[in-house]
Every structure is written in C-alpha cells, then in structure tokens.
C-alpha cells in the first residue's frame, strides 16, 4: 500500500516561512492535495492538483510536489494558522490515503 | 453554497448497530463521490470508503472492508455509514466529504461537521 510520511512537526515564528513536507514513492507523479484542520473543525481544504488554491484560501499558502517530496508553503505565517495539516493523494492500488499531519506551532 | 450536514452524536453500547448519515445540498448530489473518514481521538484522519450517488459505486479501504457499508439515498441526497455491531475501538469522529465528479480520485470539498460515535459499556 502507498504510504505518505509527514514530519509529526513544524515551529514557525510570526511573519516567517513555514514548510511542510510529505514524502511519498515517486509522489511527483501523483497529485498532492492538503487540508488545514483547526481544534475541533472539520479539515478545510487548502491545496488541490499540488498548487492549486480554492476560492477563499489566502495567497499566502502555496505548494509544490516534485521527486519524492511534495511541500506546503505558508508564507508570513500567522496566529491563525495554527493547526493540523494533512495531505492526501489517490493510488490506483491504495485508493485515498492521508499522511500522518503535521501539527504547526506558531511560536 | 455547496453542503454536507451530517446527523448528530451518538452514544452506543458495544454489539449495536448504528447507522449515521450526511445530507448533501447546493449541488448536483448524484454527479460527485462523497468520501468517509474516520479520525479517532487525538489522531490523524483515516480514509474508509467512497461512494457514487449516481449509481452507487462504492470502494472501501481494506481497512474498513467487511467493518462498516456505505449507502446513499439519491432521492433524498443523503449518504450512510452504517455499522451492524459496534466495538469500543470505533469510538471516534466521522467526517463525510464531497469528492470530485467522474473519477473516485480527487481531492475532498466541502467536509461535513463530523458525527461523534462514542461506544462504551
């Protein structure tokens, strides 16, 4: 079965950059999608088709997918961003699969 | 503005059955997979299974093959997860989403509230 690793976490200072990676076989040949999950929320989506951003999802946020690693971009992270995030991705032999999330610290 | 209105908490004993549903409005119900995802206290999100409104296609994870069924009702725009004797390890959150139209892959847009399903003796 497929399976996407995600670092368990990431700690960002206000105003700087935050990455979060998911490293999965050969993900760049897949498409990567990411959701932000807030404290007792429902997951949002944030990223479809590795960099695409859905109506409402502020520019800050961006991603990129390439080799084994696919990345979401948070730039002049916020308060407000802190939360759990996952990405997603369909297999054709493992159907729908999540990473592990990441949970972001806004120091 | 696109939907997903699940029905509310439960608390169940283990060996009963439960069925829990996601009400879908403000789109075409029957032309988009909707998804289901477990998230059990305090981890991550875990998906179960996928079904097609439109003629009832529906894949599950190994995982959860044999554990839960996954219907719809397209006359009525709900879909369900349905369990026929609960466990104490099912004790968690379930979410439904709205998948893409045409094929099962995709992304998952809008998510529903999320049904608590606590089972305890």
């Known amino acids: 079965s497929y399976v996407l690793t995600q670092p368990p976490s990431v700690s960002v200072a206000p105003g700087k950059t935050a990455r979060i990676t998911c490293g999965g076989n050969?993900?760049?040949?897949?498409?990567v999608h990411w959701y932000q999950q807030k404290p007792g929320q429902a997951p949002v989506l944030v990223i479809y088709?590795?960099?695409d951003r859905p109506s409402g999802i502020p520019e800050r946020f961006s991603g990129s997918n390439s080799g084994n690693t696919a990345t979401l971009t948070i730039s002049r992270v916020e308060a407000g961003d802190e939360a759990d995030y996952y990405c997603?991705?369909?297999?054709?032999?493992?159907?729908?699969?999540f990473g592990g999330g990441t949970k972001l610290t806004v120091l | 503005e696109v939907q997903l209105v699940q029905s509310g908490a439960e608390v169940k004993k283990p060996g009963e059955s439960l069925k829990i549903s996601c009400k879908g409005s403000?789109?075409?119900?029957?032309?988009?997979?909707i998804g289901w995802v477990r998230q059990m206290p305090g981890k991550g999100l875990e998906w179960m299974g996928i079904?097609?409104?439109?003629?009832?296609?529906?894949r599950y994870s190994p995982s959860f093959q044999g554990q839960v069924t996954i219907s719809a009702d397209k006359s009525i725009s709900t879909a369900y997860l349905q369990w026929s004797s609960l466990k104490a390890s099912d004790t968690a959150m379930y979410y439904c989403?709205?998948?893409?139209?045409?094929?099962?892959?995709?992304?998952?847009?809008?998510w529903g509230q999320g049904t608590l399903v606590t089972v305890s003796s």
């Open positions: 989403a709205r998948g893409t139209t045409g094929t099962t892959g995709g992304w998952f847009d809008p």
């Open positions: 403000g789109y075409s119900f029957t032309s988009y997979w």
């Open positions: 079904i097609y409104p439109g003629d009832s296609d529906t």
């Open positions: 050969n993900i760049g040949s897949k498409s």
């Open positions: 088709y590795d960099s």
């Open positions: 997603q991705v369909w297999d054709s032999s493992s159907d729908h699969v």
